[in-house]
């Protein structure tokens, strides 16, 4: 299948839509930081940039796909396991082999800052990202924050 196909799929797939609308209007009224589209791209150019700089190879699809599906779970009580379980759903729609299933699921499983487990790359990219991804420089809630002081970004970080 050619590159930006798979994205495609998941993109216009109904569960990874309705999912989207079910969060956005979860988080209608959330003052801090959302688990929307614009989020979910951000960490994937974020994610694709890192892989470049440190000369991985990860594939582009895998590293968009894991990043549009990362978060795809909130609102559910452990949401990386949430995202992960759904995400195997839609990848298998998307034509996505049961190996690059697997790793994808194990990096969203494992995308969280505070997860200390030994992360494969694809998850330390994500992780990273997900992080960089955050505006709290323009945040008018940052002080309200549950984040740490040294978590947020103060101040752009590349």
Not at 32 to 46: K, L, P, T
């Amino acid at each position: 299948m050619i590159d930006n196909q798979r994205i495609k799929l998941i993109m216009s797939n109904e569960l990874f839509i309705n999912r989207l609308k079910e969060i956005k209007e979860a988080e209608k009224d959330r003052q801090f930081c959302g688990h929307d589209m614009e989020h979910f791209i951000d960490v994937a150019r974020i994610a694709y940039i890192l892989n470049l700089e440190k000369g991985d190879e990860i594939d582009k699809d895998i590293i968009y796909a894991t990043a549009l599906l990362h978060d795809i779970g909130r609102g559910y009580e452990n949401h990386n396991e949430k995202s992960a379980d759904l995400a195997e759903v839609i990848l298998k729609e998307a034509s996505f082999s049961q190996i690059d299933i697997d790793l994808i699921k194990d990096a969203i499983l494992h995308h969280r800052h505070n997860d200390t487990s030994d992360k494969n790359l694809l998850a330390e990219i994500i992780s990273k990202a997900d992080r960089l991804s955050r505006k709290c420089y323009e945040c008018a809630c940052i002080n309200e924050c549950y984040w740490d002081d040294v978590d947020k970004n103060k101040y752009l970080k590349y």
